[in-house]
Each structure stands twice: as structure tokens, then as C-alpha cells.
């Protein structure tokens, strides 16, 4: 039997550690539930802000399967959509964010993006995206923004042309407003310059990698007679063509593009695969086969991109990986999260 100061001792032992224990429990309590209402923010799977891939796992959880039915179905019908789909998801992220702002339509104050130079007679898919807004919000009303939808879209698009998959970081609310000027200046044009378009993806805070991978997108899709002529007949305004084309393939394209006329007569991105989503743009790109002035200068105006251009080119894998990191970086260029913004019940449209 211990003695009475020593039976003291222990009791006030037993005490300090019931107490540290209850202390202990408590802290673990507080911070488990802390992190139960953080969205996911530590997964690997995170990228960034309040965007996860699991953000409508219980709110919505067939609106992922429903996009790739309809895009599956009017990929079927016209393969040149999946292209415009992705190149969608483009031009409203390089304007005001990823917020859905292309899809509005002008109305009160609002002058649509649609009628930008990059967009006008050019931008496509909108049918494409209200079907799948209608069917969704059949599903699970006003809870799965446009934004997120056009991001769903991209990665179907180019999925089902033979691309890779990546997970998409979703959560993303729709904007109440446009910007015909952001939509006018902030879009690359296929005339610009290489400093140009690298400037333009730097203020987005992307860089020469992203460029060059992006760019490997119109592996897929059209261009307009419009958007490359001057390379045919007049690329520096001294009425001689731009003799970084092949020749050969620039006398095959004058052909259905005239001087004048024809402004929307289309032609092929990639010729040699044009509706799978390949590496072959890169390879068209080393022998002087590119189609847009803004695709060429990726391998004759930068030593750095003209190496990713190579190592494309030659590891479809590389370039795969690539693509989808650097698409998971443009999807998340200022998304509108938490309060800022609304989920639109119809896309082309402010909620009343």
C-alpha cells in the first residue's frame, strides 16, 4: 500500500491526465470538423480556391454523366463540334475568368461577347450548351453553373477525339456581366505576334509551357479563310506571302481562299488528322505546315517553344500530360466561388 503523500501524488497524476486527454480530444474534435467543412482544399485532386472535382458529388451527382451524353451525341453528329466546344472553354476563361460570360446574350447593359472579333461568326456550340443546361436542370435545379458545364464540355470534347482525361476542378459560379473589350483584346489573335500571344497567356498567369500545350488543341477543329489569308498574299504588308509556309501547302490553300471572297470558307487545323486529338499539329509545325501565323511562330520565332514544339512532336505522351495540367490551370484562371455570382437558370442570361 503506497504511502498517504504518494497515494496524493498519483491522484493528482491521474487528474493532469484525464485533463490533457479530454484537452487532447476536444483539439482533435474541433479541427476534425474544421476540416470537414473545408471543400477538399487538401486533396491532390485540389487546384486551388474553393475548386474540387467532388463539388457535386451530392448535389448533382449524374450532372458529369449527362454532359458526356450530350456532347457524345453531338460530337456523333458533327465531329468539327468538339473543337468548338473546347475552344469555348477558351475564350471565356481568357475574358474575365472562367464565368461563363461568352455564353450571355446582349440585353439591358450587357453587350454580348459574341460580337468580339474573335467570336463573331466564329464561336460556336451555344445550342450544345442549353441543351445540356436544360437537361441538368431537369436533373437538379439551379445547381450546376454554365461555367462548370463549359469546363465538363472541354474535357468531353477531347476526350472523345482520342485526348487525355483529367480530373476537372469544379465549383465555379457564373458572372452577371461581359466584356465585349476584354473578348476584343485579351484573346490571342492568329496574326499576332510571339510576344504578343506569350504576353497574353503571362496576364493570366500562364506561361510558355501552357502556350505551346494549348495550342495543341487545334489538333481538332477549322479555321477561316479570313484568319490566315494575309500569310497567302500579304503577310508584312509589302504584298508578298509569308514564306515560313511550306509553298507547296500554301498553293493548296490559295485555292479555296482567295484574294478576296470566301472569307468563311473553312479549312482544316491539321490536315493530316484533323477530328483526332493527336500530336500531329506539332509535326505539321516542323515542316512549315502550320495553318495559323499563331501557330507557326510557336517553332520559328522562340527557341524555347520551338523545343516544346520538338519534344511534342515526337512524345504524344509528353504532350498528353501536358495538356491536361495546363488545362487544369486555364479552367482556374478567376472563377467567381462562394457568394460572388449565380448559378443562371438559363445560360445565355442573367437571373431575373
Not at 487546384?47 to 450532372?63: E, N
Request: proline share 4%; hydrophobic share 35%.
Amino acid at each position: 500500500m503506497l504511502p498517504s503523500s504518494n497515494v496524493f501524488t498519483a491522484r493528482q497524476t491521474k487528474k493532469t491526465k484525464s485533463k490533457a486527454m479530454v484537452h487532447y480530444i476536444i483539439v482533435v474534435t474541433v479541427f476534425a470538423l474544421v476540416l470537414g467543412h473545408v471543400p477538399h482544399c487538401s486533396s491532390s485532386k485540389t487546384v486551388g480556391g474553393y475548386l474540387y472535382p467532388q463539388f457535386y458529388d451530392l448535389s448533382c451527382p449524374k450532372a458529369q454523366e449527362i454532359v458526356k451524353t450530350v456532347v457524345a451525341k453531338a460530337v456523333a453528329k458533327e465531329p468539327r463540334m468538339a473543337a468548338s466546344l473546347l475552344r469555348l472553354h477558351f475564350h471565356d476563361c481568357f475574358v474575365k475568368g472562367c464565368d461563363a460570360s461568352v455564353l450571355l446574350d446582349s440585353s439591358g447593359s450587357i453587350i454580348s461577347e459574341k460580337r468580339s472579333n474573335p467570336n463573331r461568326n466564329s464561336a460556336r456550340g451555344f445550342e450544345v450548351i442549353d441543351e445540356i443546361k436544360a437537361a441538368i436542370e431537369k436533373e437538379c435545379p439551379h445547381t450546376v453553373s454554365c461555367a462548370d458545364i463549359m469546363a465538363l464540355a472541354a474535357i468531353d470534347s477531347t476526350v472523345l477525339t482520342g485526348g487525355p482525361s483529367w480530373d476537372v476542378p469544379l465549383g465555379r459560379r457564373d458572372s452577371t456581366g461581359a466584356s465585349l473589350s476584354g473578348s476584343n483584346n485579351n484573346i490571342p489573335a492568329p496574326n499576332n505576334t510571339f510576344q504578343t500571344i506569350l504576353t497574353k497567356f503571362k496576364l493570366k498567369g500562364l506561361d510558355i509551357v501552357d502556350l505551346v500545350a494549348l495550342s495543341g488543341s487545334h489538333t481538332i477543329g477549322n479555321s477561316r479563310c479570313t484568319s490566315f489569308r494575309q500569310r497567302l498574299y500579304n503577310q508584312s504588308g509589302n504584298g508578298q506571302p509569308d514564306y515560313t509556309l511550306d509553298q507547296s501547302y500554301a498553293s493548296q490553300l490559295r485555292a479555296n481562299c482567295p484574294r478576296s471572297g470566301g472569307d468563311q470558307n473553312l479549312f482544316f487545323l491539321d490536315f493530316v488528322s484533323p477530328i483526332n486529338f493527336d500530336n500531329s499539329y506539332f509535326k505539321n509545325l516542323l515542316v512549315n505546315k502550320g495553318l495559323l501565323s499563331s501557330d507557326q511562330v510557336l517553332f520559328t520565332m522562340n527557341g524555347g517553344s520551338r523545343e516544346l514544339v520538338k519534344t511534342y512532336a515526337y512524345n504524344q505522351e509528353l504532350f498528353f500530360q501536358q495538356f491536361a495540367k495546363s488545362m487544369i490551370k486555364m479552367g482556374n484562371i478567376s472563377p467567381l466561388t462562394g457568394n460572388k455570382g449565380e448559378i443562371r437558370h438559363n445560360c445565355r442570361k442573367v437571373n431575373a
